[in-house]
């Protein structure tokens, strides 16, 4: 959603502060409280450790 409120605003004069939201949303959810929170529970699991070497974190890979 936050990518597509900056899409919007592409043609305004001032369409970089659209991409302000985007880019801290992306990088919390990656970095700070998504992806590392969700893994936190799981760390000790082999097969999820398996699982986790063969998956992207965040974006889809589809030609792997």
């Given amino acids: 959603m ?4 900056f899409l ?4 305004t004069p001032y369409f970089y ?3 302000i939201g985007p ?3 992306t990088l ?7 992806v590392p929170m969700a893994e936190a529970r799981y760390n ?3 097969e999820f450790i398996e699982y ?7 974006i889809p ?4």
């Fill in 44 to 46: 000790d699991n082999p």
């Fill in 23 to 25: 880019i801290t949303i």
């Fill in 17 to 19: 502060i659209g991409l």
């Fill in 8 to 11: 919007i605003s592409w043609g």
């Fill in 2 to 5: 936050w990518w597509g409120i």
């Fill in 61 to 64: 890979n589809f030609f792997k």
């Fill in 28 to 34: 919390l959810l990656r970095f700070v409280s998504g």
């Fill in 52 to 58: 986790k070497k063969n998956t992207p974190a965040f």
